[in-house]
C-alpha cells in the first residue's frame, strides 16, 4: 500500500477504466488536488456544463475571456465552485497542482480573469470527489482507475469529449486498446 500512496499524489489525472459503467464517473478523468492519509479529493475535469455563470461573478454583461469553461466538478457539494486556472498571480490564495495549473482564487480575482480578454485559461468546476482515508487507493489496487501526469496542456487544449480516451492512447499497450471501446457495448 505504501507504493501506491507515492503513486497517487497531487497533479495526477485520475482516469476511470472501463469498469465503472455509469453516472458522473463513467469515462471520466480527474485531476486529484490533495491526497494525505486522512483522504483524498479531486475535480472531474472532463464534464461539461452548459449552464449561465451567477450575475454576481460577473462585472459587465458577457464574459470577455475566451479561455472560460465550465465543468460539472464531481458529486459532492454541486454548487460549490472550484477554479482551476493557469495563472500564478496569487500564489498566497492557490494550490500549485503542476506546471501551469492552479486551484484556488478569491472572488475578485475570479471576477478580474473572467472579465479580461487576455485572461489565463479558467475551468470553473462545479462540485468536487473525495474519498475516505484508503478508499482512493483501495479503488485504485482495484482496477478502478489509471494514473496519469498531469498536464496543462490536457486540461485546456484537449476537448473535454476527447481527454479520457486521448489519456489512455498515450499510456500505450493495453491502456490504448481500452480506448476505443463504444461508450454503449450493446452497439458492439
Known amino acids: 500500500m505504501e507504493d501506491v500512496y507515492h503513486q497517487l499524489e ?16 463513467f469515462r471520466s478523468v480527474i ?11 479531486g475535480v472531474v475535469v472532463n464534464k461539461t ?4 455563470l451567477p450575475p454576481e ?4 454583461e458577457e464574459i470577455r475571456n475566451p479561455n472560460v469553461q ?9 454548487n460549490q465552485l472550484m477554479i482551476l486556472h493557469g495563472s500564478d498571480a496569487v500564489p498566497d490564495q492557490t494550490l500549485k497542482l503542476c506546471d501551469g ?3 484556488g482564487g478569491d472572488l475578485p480575482f475570479l471576477q478580474e480573469a473572467i472579465n479580461d480578454k487576455e485572461g489565463p485559461p479558467l475551468l470553473l468546476c462545479f462540485g468536487y470527489s473525495t474519498w475516505q482515508a484508503g478508499q482512493l487507493e483501495r479503488e485504485y489496487l482495484d482496477g478502478g482507475w489509471f494514473l496519469s501526469p498531469a498536464k496543462k496542456e490536457h486540461l485546456y487544449e484537449t476537448p473535454p469529449e476527447k481527454l479520457w480516451a486521448t ?15 463504444p461508450e454503449d457495448l450493446s452497439l458492439n
Not at 461573478?57 to 459587465?60: P, R
Not at 465550465?70 to 454541486?78: D, E, I, Y
Not at 489519456?167 to 471501446?181: M, N
Open 10 to 25: 497531487r497533479g495526477t489525472f485520475l482516469i476511470a477504466s472501463p469498469e465503472v459503467e455509469s453516472g458522473i464517473f
Open 31 to 41: 485531476l486529484l488536488c490533495e491526497h494525505t492519509p486522512k483522504g483524498s479529493f
Open 49 to 52: 456544463l452548459d449552464l449561465e
Open 57 to 60: 461573478l460577473l462585472t459587465g
Open 70 to 78: 465550465l465543468r460539472a466538478g464531481g458529486p459532492n457539494h454541486t
Open 101 to 103: 495549473v492552479y486551484l
Open 167 to 181: 489519456l489512455l492512447r498515450e499510456l500505450g499497450g493495453k491502456y490504448a486498446t481500452l480506448s476505443v471501446i
